[in-house]
C-alpha cells in the first residue's frame, strides 16, 4: 500500500524534527549559544502563505517549541 500525500508529509515531518532536535542538540553541546541565537532570529520568521492560513505567531510559535524541547532534552 502507497502512502497518501498526508501520510508522507506527516512521516517526513516527524523525520525532519526528530533530525532537527539531534543537530540542534548536538553543536549546542558542543558550541553553547545556538539555541540563544536561533531564540533571537525568530523575529524575522514567517509564514510564506498568502491566503486566509498565512499565521506568522503560529510558525514563530511552532519554531520557539521546537527550541524550547531541545533546550529540555539537551545532551548531558
Not at 38 to 53: V, Y
Not at 54 to 70: M, P, S, T, Y
Request: hydrophobic share 35%.
Amino acid at each position: 500500500m502507497t502512502p497518501d500525500t498526508a501520510t508522507q508529509t506527516r512521516q517526513r515531518e516527524i523525520a525532519t524534527e526528530h533530525l532537527l532536535f539531534k543537530l540542534m542538540e548536538y553543536v549546542e553541546a558542543r558550541h553553547a549559544g545556538l539555541l540563544d541565537f536561533m531564540e533571537q532570529s525568530l523575529d524575522h520568521l514567517g509564514d510564506p502563505a498568502t491566503d486566509d492560513t498565512k499565521d506568522d505567531e503560529a510558525v514563530r510559535q511552532i519554531a520557539r517549541g521546537l527550541i524550547v524541547g531541545a533546550r529540555k532534552q539537551g545532551v548531558h
